[in-house]
């Protein structure tokens, strides 16, 4: 079987097809880093985090691009409100962001680009979308700097959120001094107003509006047409509608083949959001319970479906967790010390079936709900097994395989972070390998590498650093 995705843009399952082959262009829109990020914000994070991981461990070379906004009204509020300049709020608040994320499990992205580091691509793109008549400036005598997106001239406008012009119209509001031809156009760049920051453009002192940051960024790090898109469902409309006009109307492509979007994580019925107040932080939900609960509270549901965030389940989770790290040391403990004899074929058989069914999980729109009961059917065979005073070697060996291999996708078991000698091993030769290709010696790096391979893992070098991978049998 292979991956079906359900894609929002068809509202459709269909099967994963890469526009390029055997390498992935996934881009997920980041948080705005003017504050820490909450439970909610860290759904999409991990959800995505682990169909990235996923894609990896079948196969595909994936290039995972989430950006920071470190430009918007929320950022310059909140750096006036502290007294220091935005640039410094969002260096605070990016540093913050990979404490919580990498608590979390969640893999960096390739790239993680920021919208104030790249004006000179969104400028480019502005000129581009101008120049095939699909936005214009505003000239007025109070403000002339402004650039805003024609969403009359681009008569595909609404094909993602599935509603036309005019039934998205009925919903639209114009803030006090903007001056556009319709409702639903939309700032591509906003002129300077006294005490923000400002970059040059062809329109003057300005700064760019908030969508044209990820299709300007998207098509820098993964070009024109990329596989996968991804956000939580409220970014569908108006944030990924307009990438998608903004991108189609410069390039005349295709933007994106997958639109995929998570569901709600909810308090109380409602929506968890800054905005509501109801909102706890990830920092402060980690003070209460480790993040590898969190994790698997928030695999426990499918990515589509609305969860609660209550104690119950977040204690539920938790108790998932004890289970799962109890069997893979109570496994470790068993191996060094009751080896011996045994017919495990029933055993193995079992867990072959198991492992299907796990990635079946998987390839149905990536069920996490789906994979994290096989796991624990999976825990429980292993358990019953265990139960036996001696075990061959080969028992030991598929399980801590099967358990090790599952992990390396869904990150709830914690395994790459602690006991896990071979990749310290991995590590280290991976260390060695650079020493000496540093010093030159391509005999000996060369020799790593092959004896790696040998062992069956396989080395990639990548601009940030070298990763490795078990090769799929
Ligand atoms: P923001 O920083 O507000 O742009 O949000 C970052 C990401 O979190 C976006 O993909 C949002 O769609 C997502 N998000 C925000 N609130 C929630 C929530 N309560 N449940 C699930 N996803 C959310
Ligand atoms: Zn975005």
């Not at 269909?14 to 055997?22: A, L, T």
């Not at 502005?126 to 095939?132: D, G, P």
């Not at 969860?307 to 289970?323: H, K």
Request: hydrophobic share 40%; glycine share 8%.
């Amino acid at each position: 079987m292979s991956l079906v995705l359900y894609n929002d843009l068809t509202r459709e399952r269909e099967e994963f097809i890469p526009v390029r082959g055997g390498c992935v262009s996934f881009y997920s829109c980041g948080p705005t880093v003017y504050d820490y990020f909450h439970i909610g914000n860290a759904r999409p994070f991990i959800v995505f985090d682990v169909l990235r991981r996923y894609l990896e461990h079948v196969g595909y070379k994936v290039t995972f691009v989430q950006n920071f906004t470190d430009i918007d009204d929320k950022m310059i509020n909140r750096a006036n409100s502290e007294g220091i300049t935005v640039a410094q709020l969002a260096e605070r608040f990016i540093e913050e962001y990979y404490r919580d994320a990498d608590a979390l499990g969640i893999r960096r992205a390739t790239a993680a680009p920021r919208a104030t580091e790249h004006m000179p691509e969104i400028i480019g793109m502005i000129e581009k979308i101008m120049s095939k008549g699909h936005a214009y400036q505003v000239k007025t005598p109070s403000r002339d700097g402004d650039v805003y997106f024609d969403v009359r001239s681009y008569a595909p406008y609404g094909k993602l959120s599935k509603q036309s012009i005019d039934e998205l119209n009925a919903g639209a509001r114009v803030e006090v001094g903007e001056v556009k031809r319709d409702p639903l156009d939309f700032a591509l760049w906003k002129a300077e107003k006294p005490g923000e920051p400002s970059w040059d453009s062809p329109w003057g002192k300005g700064r760019p509006g908030w969508h044209i940051e990820c299709s300007a960024m998207s098509s820098k790090y993964l070009g024109e047409t990329i596989d996968i898109h991804s956000g939580g469902v409220d970014l569908t409309f108006p944030h990924h509608e307009n990438e998608v006009a903004q991108s189609e109307a410069a390039t005349g492509k295709p933007f994106v083949k997958y639109w995929l979007h998570n569901g709600f994580l909810l308090i109380d019925k409602e929506k968890m959001s800054k905005s509501l107040g109801n909102f706890m932080t990830v920092r402060a939900a980690r003070e209460k319970y480790p993040p590898l609960a969190i994790r698997l509270f928030m695999l426990s549901a499918h990515y589509r479906s609305p969860i609660n965030f209550a104690p119950e389940g977040l204690e539920q989770a938790m108790g998932g967790v004890t289970r799962l790290r109890n069997c893979w040391s109570d496994l470790l403990h068993a191996r060094d010390n009751r080896v011996g004899e045994g017919d495990i074929t029933s055993f193995i058989e079992e867990l072959k079936r198991l492992d299907a069914r796990f990635y079946e999980a998987m390839d149905d729109d990536f069920n996490t709900a789906a994979a994290v009961g096989v796991l624990f059917e999976i825990v429980k065979l292993v358990n019953t097994w265990l139960k036996q005073e001696r075990l061959p070697a080969g028992f030991f060996q598929a399980a801590e395989d099967e358990l090790r291999q599952l992990d390396d996708i869904l990150g709830v078991i914690g395994i790459e972070k602690s006991d896990d000698s071979e990749a310290d091993e991995v590590e280290r030769l991976i260390e060695e390998r650079d020493a000496a290709r540093k010093a030159r010696d391509f005999a000996f790096s060369d020799k790593i590498r092959d004896d790696l391979l040998a062992r069956g893992i396989v080395l990639e070098d990548t601009p940030q650093g070298t990763k490795w991978k078990r090769k799929l049998a």
